[in-house]
């Protein structure tokens, strides 16, 4: 055997140097270690079930194409197939066929030699790659996975799915699976798959389940490490997407939206304000009673069929822009009417208006909301911004509010019974799904302890509001410096 063939075997033949040599990856400790588990599982058709979860953005993706690549060039010679599956087609499946054709077509040792079959099919030599959406669906019969099965994004496919279409797979060969993704919640595929290779492992020693949290990756990449850091300073590291996505751990699925911590972050750190302050600036947050909630109907959450319209005005304190890039917002002024006219209520809102000043209205103009927004926005133009409440657009404002109470940036300077009530009896669900959908709102239906009346969520709804303003770009304005300069013409007079 020639020089050169010798070390071409000898690069293909070991996944780092197939990745490094290759294709001018290095693969870090925390990929390999996987990759080997799963190659070794493969080639000695051990038929094991692998967890992979990794901190987003620390390179499960770039692990699981290069692995693909590896294992088709490794097995060309052979009639097998890989099947992999993400949670939807567009643009997940996508994504994953334009990652793995790179990978193909920037190594030396597969740029030549693989081709496509069809949309969703890659191959070298035999061995075939299949590209496929978990979507409930999509029609994947047919398809079998004879060398290995891929779940990518796990947590986001509906373990039904999985069982029925993608288990009968692997039956003829009793071919490897790999199951990745991050952590959502204990209701996921992700999550179950999870517990099951724990207890596999403690049956036979054999390590199943690779764990990589944002604290193991930034021991190797510091730079993500600092970006870790400016995440929890924007949304704080009890934020639902900072505790699941990059540290690794379950959120419930259904649970108090707002906790006792939450609720301390939210203690007022100054004495109420009845009247506006002298410079200081302002903004109006108006949940609108008697809106469409049909669009956003929440299972029992929102209380459908209200007609309360809500009223918060925030101070917004810019003082804290210099070390979180953000403001602080203080509530410190709630108002409500019930039953009352949009007409009657747009000359309360004026009247507030011209007391308060504010630089912003923010109004839910969903439904019948439409018509108080438009006439606030005539009278108040550009400093009118409207809000139209969607499922997804309430989960946006329900994080964002999350992550604004978390980092402690809004204080309620004007509390009351009614209100607290409204916040201990608030409730989130945490859909599964790429969209990671977020519904909450006070349960239909929930009465209050003492009283018996009827708990809305009309002043959270109005609270959370301050979501929007956090959107926006704030800058605090300074003094206009002159700086005199030279006189170029007196100095060309001097010259002559």
Same mark, same amino acid.
Request: no cysteine; aromatic share 6%; charged share 20%.
């Given at each position: 055997m020639s020089t050169l063939k010798q070390t071409i075997k000898q690069i293909a033949k070991k996944f780092n140097t197939f990745t490094e040599r290759g294709g001018g990856i290095t693969m870090r400790r925390y990929q390999l270690e996987p990759a080997k588990a799963i190659i070794d599982s493969i080639v000695h058709k051990r038929g094991l079930t692998f967890v992979v979860i990794m901190s987003r953005q620390a390179g499960k993706d770039e692990l699981i194409s290069n692995l693909m690549a590896y294992l088709c060039n490794l097995f060309a010679h052979r009639d097998v197939g890989i099947v992999v599956a993400n949670p939807t087609y567009k643009p997940q499946t996508i994504n994953a066929i334009m990652r793995f054709e790179k990978r193909l077509s920037t190594n030396l040792l597969t740029k030549m030699f693989w081709s496509k079959r069809s949309d969703f099919m890659r191959m070298i030599g035999q061995c075939i790659v299949s590209f496929? @959406?978990?979507?409930?669906?999509? =029609?994947? &019969?047919?398809?079998?996975? @004879?060398?290995?099965?891929? *779940?990518?994004?796990?947590?986001? &496919?509906?373990?039904?799915t999985y069982d029925k279409k993608f288990v009968p797979m692997v039956a003829s060969t009793n071919a490897t699976r790999i199951i990745c993704g991050t952590v959502w919640t204990s209701? +996921? !595929?992700?999550?179950? #798959? $999870?517990?099951?290779? /724990?207890?596999?492992?403690?049956?036979?020693?054999?390590?199943?389940?690779? !764990? %990589?949290?944002?604290?193991?990756?930034?021991? *190797?990449?510091?730079? %993500?490490?600092?970006?870790?850091? =400016?995440?929890i300073k924007k949304l704080g590291r009890q934020h639902p997407l900072i505790k699941t996505q990059y540290f690794c751990e379950e959120i419930d699925e259904l649970a108090g939206m707002f906790n006792a911590r939450r609720l301390a972050l939210m203690q007022a750190d100054r004495e109420k304000i009845i009247n506006p302050g002298e410079g200081a600036i302002y903004a109006? /947050?108006?949940? &609108?009673?008697?809106?469409? #909630?049909? /669009?956003?109907?929440?299972?029992?959450m929102g209380n459908p069929g209200r007609d309360y319209t809500t009223l918060s005005i925030v101070e917004i304190d810019?003082?804290?822009?210099?070390?979180?890039?953000?403001?602080? %917002?203080? +509530?410190?002024?709630? =108002?409500?009417?019930?039953?009352?006219?949009?007409?009657? *209520?747009?000359? =309360?809102?004026?009247?507030y208006a011209t007391i308060w000043n504010p630089l912003y209205i923010v109004i839910d103009a969903t439904g019948v909301g439409e018509g108080l927004w438009a006439m606030l926005a005539k009278k108040y133009r550009e400093r009118v911004l409207p809000v139209k409440f969607t499922q997804q657009t309430k989960s946006e404002i329900g994080y964002g509010f999350i992550g604004i109470i978390e980092t402690g940036r809004f204080k309620d300077c004007a509390p009351s019974e009614t209100v607290r009530e409204q916040y201990e009896n608030c409730e989130s669900e945490i859909l599964i799904g790429p969209q990671k959908t977020m519904r909450w709102g006070v349960k239909d239906g929930s009465r209050s302890a003492a009283t018996r009346e009827l708990i809305h969520d009309? %002043? *959270? $709804?109005?609270?959370? /509001? $301050?979501a929007i303003l956090d959107k926006l770009e704030w800058y605090i304005s300074s003094e206009t410096t002159i700086i005199e300069s030279d006189d170029v013409l007196q100095e060309m007079d001097h010259a002559y």
């Open positions: 496929l @959406s978990a979507d409930a669906s999509a =029609n994947v &019969v047919g398809a079998t996975a @004879s060398l290995a099965l891929i *779940i990518n994004e796990a947590q986001d &496919v509906e373990p039904a209701k +996921t !595929l992700l999550a179950r #798959e $999870t517990r099951a290779a /724990l207890q596999a492992e403690k049956a036979d020693g054999i390590r199943r389940v690779f !764990l %990589y949290t944002a604290d193991n990756i930034r021991k *190797i990449v510091p730079a %993500y490490g600092q970006f870790i850091d =400016n995440e109006m /947050l108006i949940d &609108v009673g008697g809106q469409d #909630e049909a /669009l956003i109907n929440l299972d029992g810019l003082s804290t822009l210099e070390i979180q890039q953000a403001p602080t %917002y203080r +509530t410190v002024h709630r =108002n409500s009417w019930h039953g009352d006219n949009h007409v009657t *209520i747009f000359s =309360n809102l004026t009247a009309d %002043y *959270i $709804t109005a609270d959370a /509001l $301050t």
